[in-house]
């Protein structure tokens, strides 16, 4: 199986814009889908993004997603950060035979 | 609104069994594939498997760590998704999260509160 590589944190003001990456170790970033969780502290994960950059309802637009296959990795960008957005952040990926890949999770500060 | 709240969570001796129940309300249940995953400090998130709707034949797919050992299950009369875990492991320690899976079954929809499981003697 594959790796999903996430940073470990990232920081940025509210307003701004921050971008998270998810680089996967072998095999394209295209050929499965990548979802991306929020998980705020005490609480369970939420799904933000599915399928590389669809929102579920609900979700705000200042979150979208995307995948480069020039750098075999995928995106979560967040703009208009606001407090509320702190939180870890997962991506998710699947070999295609099946097992369920998590990256190890960015940890977003909002200061 | 979907809910899906977990329950079954407790301290357990390793070695001995526990089933989770995941239950649920605000979607139809039967059409959907239901979800496990794991979570601990050291690993992160981990997935454990999935059963798919008896539309689709309801069959089962496994994490490797689970194989053997673990059992999903679903009662569509009762909109309930199970997860046995039989000779239970220090290791298998976690939060365990059920959810709706997305409709190609490689992803989490919508999660569940979670339920903690420790495994010590």
């Known amino acids: 199986n594959f790796m999903l590589t996430q940073p470990l944190s990232v920081s940025e003001s509210p307003g701004k814009t921050v971008t998270i990456s998810c680089t996967r170790s072998s095999g394209s970033v295209a050929t499965n889908y990548v979802q991306w969780y929020q998980q705020r502290p005490g609480s369970a994960p939420n799904t933000m993004i599915y399928?590389?950059?669809?929102?579920p309802s609900g979700v705000p637009d200042r979150f979208s997603g995307s995948i480069d296959r020039s750098s075999n990795s995928a995106s979560l960008t967040i703009s208009g950060l606001r407090t509320e957005d702190e939180a870890d952040y997962y991506c998710q990926s699947h070999a295609t035979d099946g097992p369920w890949v998590f990256g190890g999770g960015t940890k977003l500060t909002v200061l | 609104e979907v809910q899906l709240v977990e329950s079954g969570g407790r301290l357990v001796q390793p070695g001995r069994s526990l089933r989770l129940s995941c239950r649920t309300s605000?979607?139809?249940?039967?059409?959907?594939?239901m979800g496990w995953v794991r979570q601990t400090p050291a690993k992160g998130l981990e997935w454990v498997g999935f059963i798919r709707s008896k539309v689709y034949g309801g069959t089962i797919e496994y994490a490797a760590s689970a194989k053997g050992r673990f059992i999903i299950s679903r009662d569509d009369s009762k909109r309930i998704a199970y997860l046995q875990m039989n000779s239970l492991r220090t290791e298998d320690t976690a939060v365990y999260y059920c959810g709706v899976t997305t409709y190609h079954y490689y992803g989490m929809d919508v999660w569940g509160q979670g339920t903690t499981v420790t495994v010590s003697s």
């Open positions: 605000g979607f139809s249940f039967g059409a959907y594939a």
């Open positions: 399928d590389n950059n669809q929102r």
